[in-house]
């Protein structure tokens, strides 16, 4: 066999065309006209031999920069955080990465109870009772939360909060075309939402309210005053977007009142590569069970007791009338899934609440040392693991500096909020010993002195 990277052998491609009728490749586009084929090879490079291909690849991935030789003070929705050893173990077993939907449940008994364990310790941690067994990524899973709200609402104006992560807003103002949704936007007021344009935009055609918890800047949202808001207007929603490993610590927005809460289980197991493929959770209350995008796995018992896994309810539209389909995903994130139950389960209740403490210590003691170097944070209040300085350089300049001494930096505001060019939004994670922070701050203040 020439390239052990292609199994397929002449044999085997003889085998295919004499078994289906045709004598070679060309026939099976016959009905392709000629006219529009490309009559010639591509333009690509040789084929290598595995050993060569493998060498190349290797080199090309060498010149990347990774955290494990860099100090990552970087975040704005994609962590470095600690990752058990024991889920590449699990992920990489056979049953669990070559699966996809779970249709025999006599044979996936494995990956259906990962994500039942998954939809439970979500449950717990944003203090909903229901929870599907994942979507995509985070931003999948507010979109869908925007389409149930004014499905369940019958209303069209759906507020949200300037202070969610950016790529979230153009998703929601994205997908709000298709459904002829008006997506207000509701400003932000030292680092938070901006309470008084909230309440002067809240109204009876109000479907949503959606705000991101903690924020894209890292400061903790008032969920109770902005719960209170809301409830005052019959039928309007609280969505929150929020980060599960904030819920470790912080008082689960569950607890506040929220009608949806979703988030983005990347802190759990999956690491950072280049921003995905990460993994939505999508949690809600009883009320609105049937109206979830995806599907759930429930716990049951068979003939003779034992207990069991089964797909428990799917509300997609390959599996029910059309019509009565609330959302077009067709699939999950099943794999990552997996990974954030195996990071979960084995962190336990206590593992992540501690985590969730490093992680806002650690970011308390960076701030303090930036405070030193002269860069204050711009924002009052209370924050997770990020929070926000004002550079007195560009922030790309700044970064391409870090970068010279070992750090990538954080992230340039300037980007998406014009009117914070020259700001940074700077991350601190559990992994990020007392020296690289104290490193980190002296580099940032010999920066920008």
Known sequence: MEFRYLPMTETD???MLDKIGVSSSDELFSD?????????ELNLKKPASEYELKKELTEMAGKNANSTEYRSFLGAGVYDHYIPSVVDHVISRQEFYTAYTPYQPEITQGELQAMFEFQTMISELTAMPIVNSSLYDGGTAVVEAVYLSAAQTKRKKVLVSA??????????????NGKKLEIVEIGYKDGVTDIEHLEKELDE????VLVQYPNFFGQIEPLEKINKLIKQQKKTMFIASSNPLSLGY???PGEFGADIVVGDTQVFGIPAQFGGPHCG???T??????????????????KDGQRGFVLALQTREQHIRREKATSNITSNQALNAVASSAAMSALGRNGVKEMAKLNMQKARYTKLKLEEANLPAVFNGPFFNEFVIKLSRPADVVNEALFEKGFIGGFDLGKVYPELENHMLIATTEIRSKEEIDAFAKEMGDING
């Open 13 to 15: 491609k003889k085998e």
């Open 32 to 40: 392709i006209p000629k006219e529009v084929r490309l009559e010639r």
């Open 163 to 176: 202070a969610l992560h950016p790529e979230y807003r153009q998703l929601v103002k994205t997908a709000a």
């Open 205 to 208: 055609d109000t479907a949503a």
């Open 250 to 252: 912080l008082t689960p």
């Open 281 to 283: 959770y999508f949690a």
């Open 285 to 302: 209350t009883q009320k609105l069970m049937r109206k979830v995008p995806g599907r759930f796995v429930g716990q049951t018992v068979d």
